[in-house]
């Protein structure tokens, strides 16, 4: 996966792998540092920090649409046994990330790109040592498929990926049922758009804090919207 995603976004003349400012780049694009994050972005934060203040940093941060999981019935077989995770990601969970990256964006020198993907994970068989923890590790991970592109640079931009509908002001309970998730996720996103700058605390409604999107913020996607 990260391999097919770096090949992706070569163009002539850049390199991968290449040393910027003592830091690794996946891929240098003239004074564009591109780099794949299918980890979390808060063990990046420091190294982003750093090379925004000098360069232009593009994060292609993947989410997983449909993954396919692959085992070996035989260790030294194929990957034979084959079947679909219950799990499906949307767009939005880029909010599970950002939550722990909002000391870095926005900034002026910064762009993430979330792509949904379809993918297969390869997983290979262990014992479980310790309850509750996988039977497994994972092997590797194979693009199969983009399903779209997203690109956040601006706090505005973040509204784009909430639903239409919501209220002027609200709490993460009315948060939670636009958008169809448990109440720790709405707090993740109603966390990270008041750290980002596109949205405010208003007042309280008993021990639950309201919200209200910033105008700009509100304005500047609406705007986009209609282009």
Not at 98 to 117: K, W
Request: charged share 30%.
């Amino acid at each position: 996966l990260h391999r097919s995603l770096k090949e992706l976004y070569l163009t002539p003349g850049s390199r991968m792998e290449a040393a910027v400012r003592g830091y690794r780049a996946d891929v240098l694009r003239q004074d564009l540092v591109v780099e794949i994050q299918a980890s979390p972005l808060g063990a990046i934060s420091r190294k982003i920090a750093d090379l925004v203040k000098h360069h232009r940093v593009l994060i292609v941060k993947p989410i997983a649409r449909r993954k396919t999981l692959l085992r070996k019935s035989d260790p030294k077989g194929d990957w034979d046994v084959r079947r679909l995770s219950p799990k499906r990601g949307k767009l939005i969970d880029v909010f599970d990330d950002l939550v722990r990256f909002t000391r870095v964006f926005p900034h002026p020198n910064l762009a993430i790109e979330v792509v949904l993907v379809d993918e297969e994970e390869l997983r290979l068989s262990k014992r479980r040592h310790r309850f509750r923890r996988p039977d497994f590790r994972v092997h590797d991970r194979r693009l199969t498929a983009i399903v779209a592109r997203h690109r956040l640079a601006t706090a505005a931009d973040l509204l784009s990926l909430l639903p239409t509908g919501l209220p002027g002001s609200f709490t993460t309970d009315v948060l939670a049922k636009h958008l169809g998730s448990p109440a720790w996720f709405a707090r993740r996103v109603a966390y990270t758009l008041r750290h980002c700058g596109a949205a405010r605390m208003t007042g309280k409604q008993g021990n639950r804090l309201i919200y209200e999107l910033e105008q700009a913020c509100r304005g500047d996607s609406e705007m986009m919207v209609a282009c």
